[in-house]
Nanobody
Framework: QVQLVESGGGVVQAGGSLRLSCAAS????????MGWFRQAPGKEREFVAY????????YYGNSVKGRFTISRDNAKNTVQLQMNSLKPEDTAVYYC????????????????WGQGTQVTVSS
């Protein structure tokens, strides 16, 4: 079984940047597609970004397209999310997870969720 730990969250002003990292233990991530999701208070979980096992394919939610970049380093067993031009509406807890089946954007397609990292963007 794989354990995921997110880090890199914090408080940033609107227009700023943060880089989130998802580190895995227990199993190599190199054979798995990965995703980032977020959940704001009172809102449903939202798909943010997807990356295929070899990094060859990426896909983004409409609200972050052009501002966020997902990447991975299979040698280090990590997945990153570079977030630029942050907006107050990006405030949420961000989670990484392993895609195990099905749709790229549906939370139900993912498993082995981390505990999340809080991102707060002030206006």
């Amino acid at each position: 079984q794989v354990q995921l730990v997110e880090s890199g969250g914090g408080v940033v002003q609107a227009g700023g940047s943060l880089r989130l990292s998802c580190a895995a233990s227990g199993r190599t991530l190199s054979r798995y597609d990965m995703g980032w999701f977020r959940q704001a208070p009172g809102k449903e979980r939202e798909f943010v970004a997807y990356i295929s096992w070899n990094g060859g394919t990426t896909y983004y939610g409409n609200s972050v397209k052009g501002r966020f970049t997902i990447s991975r380093d299979n040698a280090k067993n990590t997945v990153q999310l570079q977030m630029n031009s942050l907006k107050p509406e990006d405030t949420a807890v961000y989670y990484c997870a392993v895609r195990v089946q099905g749709s790229l954007v549906a939370g139900r397609s993912y498993d082995y969720w981390g505990q999340g990292t809080q991102v707060t963007v002030s206006s």
